[in-house]
């Protein structure tokens, strides 16, 4: 499995961003795949999933504001990020695993086996 981001930059507050992860490999390796981000000098935390029946879950820190999707056809997973502000401002990466070994996970990304390497997003105010 290869996941590869693209779409960050420097945007305004208010401003949106969408991000672009084209993946490939087997289905059922990236039949779950979800968006994290990491700040700096902070952990890293998770800001949108889907699953393989195609429902989107986010934590309430972005609900709202940011929007996962998935087409299984171009293979690729996009993340719209609307309303961005400072806290915003993180390297994404995107994640894929099968289902099964992130159940339960939450937001943390345990259980994701593949990484891409990320693109930065800086939100100024």
């Known amino acids: 499995v290869t996941l590869k981001e693209s779409g960050g930059g420097s945007v305004q507050a208010g401003g949106s961003l969408r991000l672009s992860c084209v993946f490939s490999g087997d289905e059922y390796d990236t039949a779950c795949m979800g968006w994290f981000r990491q700040a700096a000098g902070k952990g890293r935390e998770g800001v949108a999933s889907?699953?393989?029946?195609?429902?989107?879950s986010y934590p309430n820190s972005v609900k709202g504001r940011f929007t996962i999707s998935k087409d299984s056809a171009k293979n690729v997973l996009y993340l719209q990020m609307n309303s961005l502000n400072s806290e915003d401002t993180a390297k994404y990466y995107c994640?894929?695993?099968?289902?099964?070994?992130?159940?339960?996970?939450?937001?943390?990304?345990?259980?994701?086996?593949?990484w891409g390497q990320g693109t930065q997003v800086t939100v100024s105010s």
């Open positions: 889907i699953h393989m029946d195609g429902s989107p």
């Open positions: 994640a894929a695993s099968r289902c099964y070994l992130v159940a339960g996970s939450g937001w943390t990304g345990r259980g994701y086996q593949y």
